[in-house]
């Protein structure tokens, strides 16, 4: 039993724990390079942490080679049971989407480990089909193109500044967001609504 932290607590959870529980609910995500001490007490008392987080319909996601964690809602195997929404989620525009998407395709395109890094100017080239759908002219999508990396490097801390301006370590926790098959899938659809035919059988 954990020393109580103060008179009438009933928690069972080291004050490392719970300040790391509080981490994880607040997300998106933890880093080990930019929260150690968070790290270091999710790794030590992780399977307490689970057990917590599966009271409220939460699993705990540990990728201790790319030094990651983060929580999302479990997904039951029984049909039968209903999983009420506990994270807040945000709907991306057709932008956010697709740069994510790119973003996830650079590593694939990777061995898992391997530190991706992605330069603007290239993200840029790379969805630039995304701007038949989004019908704007070039000064109107480089302004919302400029505003999506923003929110995905600030918000979903998906992005990470290197020394290079311009250029982003990609977070690795996107391969767990997106398997290969939805990515391609996802990708086909943006394409086709582009109007853009890509070449069959392409490297998922």
Do not use: C
């Amino acid at each position: 039993m954990t020393e109580a932290l103060w008179s009438g607590d009933t928690g069972t959870l080291s004050y490392e724990s719970r300040r790391a529980l509080v981490d994880l609910l607040k997300g998106p995500l933890i880093s080990a390079d930019r929260k150690k001490d968070t790290w270091n007490a999710i790794l030590s008392d992780k399977e307490a942490l689970r057990s917590w987080l599966h009271d409220v319909f939460l699993e705990l996601v540990i990728d201790e080679e790319a030094g990651i964690a983060f929580t999302r809602h479990v997904r039951p195997d029984n049909d039968d049971v209903h999983v009420p929404p506990v994270l807040r989620t945000d709907s991306l525009t057709h932008l956010q989407t697709a740069i994510l998407l790119q973003l996830r395709h650079e590593l694939g395109m990777s061995t898992p480990g391997e530190r991706v890094v992605v330069g603007e100017d290239e993200l840029y080239t790379a969805i630039g089909y995304v701007r038949a759908v989004d019908n704007r002219d070039e000064a109107g999508f480089k302004r919302r193109f400029d505003a999506a990396i923003n929110t995905i490097k600030n918000k979903y801390s998906l992005l990470t500044e290197t020394e290079t301006d311009g250029r982003y370590v990609v977070s690795p926790v996107l391969r767990h967001i997106f398997d290969a098959d939805t990515v391609y899938a996802l990708r086909q659809e943006y394409l086709r609504l582009a109007g853009v035919e890509e070449a069959e059988g392409e490297d998922k």
